[in-house]
């Protein structure tokens, strides 16, 4: 079952390129499968591995199926109809969850946030909008230029997100992506978690970990 990449923090490789700007919920990244030949959603996991009723995060299952399963299925059969399967990619989250944390207390969300297509890979972020927009989806937060302004507005968090952005661009076929986070965010995690993880968040880059 296909996994989600990870993403760099802050790449400069496409400076002045057209990009989409995605607001990064705070949550878990979540999984599913779907067999367009059985109909049927038929995998689960977390990002790292498998989610059977036993697992953390066996209440997403009944959660994702309620939200999206008939609704992407649909989707899947009338903008599909040749692909062999499907996986999508959620935010598993609750009104007070941070950096990966949940509260047993609140009550949960998933909100698909990436489709993979088998062998053809991840949609388009402009057709991710057209053709999932009408579901929960992440809000758009910028379209426009990946710029050094840009960056600092989301650094600054001008738009009052709980964590950052995603960044979604097109080069040849592929989708590239690149995520920011706010000063506030990552300050918070380093209160709360320390320095180390700090670190591990902006993968050890020694330059961009003196600017928080």
């Known amino acids: 079952m296909k996994q989600y990449p990870s993403i760099q923090h802050y790449n400069k490789g496409l400076y002045g390129e057209k990009i989409y700007a995605f607001d990064k919920l705070d949550g878990s990244n979540?999984?599913?499968?779907?067999?367009?030949?059985?109909?049927?959603?038929?995998?689960?996991?977390?990002?790292?591995?498998?989610?059977?009723?036993?697992?953390?995060?066996?209440?997403?299952?009944?959660?994702?199926?309620?939200?999206?399963?008939?609704?992407?299925?649909?989707?899947?059969?009338?903008?599909?109809?040749?692909?062999?399967?499907?996986?999508?990619?959620?935010e598993y989250l609750g009104e007070t969850s941070f950096a990966g944390r949940h509260s047993i207390e609140d009550k949960k969300d998933l909100i698909l946030f990436d489709v993979s297509l088998y062998k053809k890979g991840f949609v388009h972020p402009n057709e991710f909008i057209d053709n999932f927009g009408h579901l929960d989806i992440p809000k758009l937060v910028y379209e426009g230029k990946y710029t050094d302004e840009f960056i600092n507005d989301i650094r600054k968090n001008i738009h009052n997100l709980s964590e950052g952005v995603i960044c979604k661009g097109?080069?040849?076929?592929?989708?590239?992506?690149?995520?920011?986070?706010?000063?506030?965010?990552?300050?918070?995690?380093?209160?709360?978690?320390?320095?180390?993880?700090?670190?591990?968040?902006?993968?050890?880059?020694?330059?961009?970990?003196k600017s928080y």
């Open 30 to 90: 979540i999984r599913a499968e779907y067999s367009c030949k059985r109909k049927e959603w038929y995998k689960f996991g977390t990002k790292t591995s498998m989610i059977d009723k036993k697992s953390d995060f066996a209440d997403a299952i009944p959660i994702f199926k309620e939200k999206y399963g008939d609704k992407l299925a649909k989707v899947f059969s009338d903008k599909y109809p040749k692909i062999e399967s499907v996986v999508v990619f959620c």
């Open 170 to 209: 097109v080069v040849g076929k592929e989708v590239w992506m690149t995520k920011v986070k706010t000063l506030e965010w990552l300050r918070k995690v380093k209160e709360l978690h320390g320095e180390k993880y700090l670190y591990m968040e902006l993968n050890n880059d020694k330059q961009l970990i």
